[in-house]
């Protein structure tokens, strides 16, 4: 069935520093790719997403590339700041509606 | 504009009592998702309504939950006989596309 994988948290950063949070899925098709990010208090936000093979995901310096050679969708920010400290859900929509979500990485940025 | 809307925020009540959490999606969108979350958990699919029509129910665990969406808008999730496992924050979210979801700050229910 479908599935996502997102790496173990939490990942503990100073600001500056460079951020990758892995995610690989499982998905019949050619599904839809996401990023969404809680933050403290607030609800799950989209932050970024790819539809197809090779397309890059970008939004508030964060990127994402859909690899379907990999079947990945690592998130990378170059400097992470404390404000991004939040906890971050890979998503995957292969149609039917439903979307599906990774457990989630929290993210701590220390100034 | 508004985005999706879910009262109360916070929902303490005891076991085997009823209970009922609210959603107000985006104006317009027509597609609307229950989701719950666990504790250092993704959200886990519910139930999806297209228009008035629940189209997938698939993720409801059991015939204590139900949910409604009576004039294609609001909508609003039902547990009956509550568990102390229903404990969670429940989510809504609305779609005017078929791949992209907006998110309301959910309800948090405690069941002692």
């Known amino acids: 069935g479908n599935s996502v994988t997102q790496m173990e948290g939490p990942v503990t950063l100073s600001e500056e520093a460079f951020l990758t949070i892995n995610c690989t899925y499982t998905?019949?098709?050619?599904?839809?790719l996401f990023w969404y990010v809680q933050y403290p208090g607030e609800g799950l936000q989209l932050l970024l997403k790819?539809?197809?093979?090779?397309d890059k995901g970008s939004n508030k310096g964060f990127e994402a590339t859909y690899r379907k050679e990999t079947t990945s969708f690592h998130l990378e920010k170059g400097s992470v700041q404390v404000s991004d400290s939040a906890v971050y859900f890979c998503?995957?929509?292969?149609?039917?509606?439903?979307?599906?979500f990774g457990a989630g990485t929290r993210l701590f940025v220390k100034a | 504009g508004a985005g999706v809307s879910q009262t109360p925020s916070n929902k303490v009540t005891e076991k085997g009592k009823y209970v009922e959490l609210r959603c107000d999606p985006i104006?317009?969108?027509?597609?609307l998702y229950w989701y719950r979350q666990s504790l250092g958990q993704g959200p886990e699919f519910l139930i999806y309504?297209?228009?008035?029509?629940?189209?997938?129910d698939s993720g409801l665990p059991n015939d204590r939950f139900f949910a409604v969406r009576p004039e294609g808008s609001v909508s609003t999730l039902k547990i009956q006989r509550t568990e102390r496992g229903d404990s969670a924050v429940y989510l809504c979210?609305?779609?005017?596309?078929?791949?992209?979801?907006?998110f309301g700050p959910g309800t948090r229910l405690t069941v002692l």
């Open positions: 979210a609305s779609s005017g596309e078929a791949d992209t979801q907006y």
């Open positions: 998905a019949t098709g050619y599904p839809s």
């Open positions: 790819a539809t197809k093979a090779d």
């Open positions: 998503a995957l929509y292969t149609g039917g509606f439903k979307t599906i």
């Open positions: 104006s317009g969108h027509t597609a």
């Open positions: 309504f297209q228009g008035t029509g629940a189209a997938d």
